[in-house]
């Protein structure tokens, strides 16, 4: 299995739209096998979508990410781990350990209540799958 993480410096890079590299990551049962720096060559949801399925990459944990951009991917049946952040070796392990669901790895405003409850346009509806 791949993992990519969208990566700036040593964290998970705030807005996926935006990033410019990933951090991809061979995982399998026994743990991470293999790392990769990849350079995002677009910023167009089908090529970047694209780029994604080319690399193998499985599961994309990213920051914050348009919904062109989430639904893009998801067709390519990538899943999307959104609205994450944290230093990269936390959120790997976070992710190993099935604890990417805590709020410490939950951009601000984003709390899993999802669908709606709360102020705001489209207030938690991002956040449903944690």
């Known amino acids: 299995m791949k993992v990519a993480i969208s990566v700036f410096k040593d964290s998970v890079s705030t807005v996926f739209?935006?990033?410019?590299?990933l951090l991809v990551l061979e995982i399998n049962g026994a743990g991470e096998q293999k790392r990769a720096m990849v350079k995002l060559k677009t910023i167009d949801p089908i090529r970047r979508a694209s780029q994604l399925s080319e690399e193998g990459v499985n599961v994309l944990i990213c920051?914050?990410?348009?919904?062109?951009?989430?639904a893009a991917i998801s067709a390519r049946s990538i899943f999307v781990y959104p609205f994450?952040?944290?230093?990269?070796?936390?959120?790997?392990s976070a992710y190993q350990d099935g604890k990417l669901g805590q709020a410490v790895y939950a951009l601000p405003g984003c709390r899993g209540?999802?669908?709606g409850?709360?102020?705001?346009?489209?207030?938690?509806?991002?956040?449903?799958w944690r």
């Not at 739209?17 to 590299?21: K, P, T």
């Not at 994450?84 to 790997?92: H, N």
């Not at 409850?117 to 449903?128: A, V």
């Open 17 to 21: 739209d935006a990033s410019q590299h």
């Open 84 to 92: 994450v952040r944290g230093k990269v070796e936390d959120v790997i």
């Open 113 to 115: 209540r999802g669908h």
């Open 63 to 70: 920051g914050a990410i348009s919904m062109p951009m989430q």
């Open 117 to 128: 409850r709360g102020r705001g346009r489209n207030r938690g509806t991002h956040c449903s």
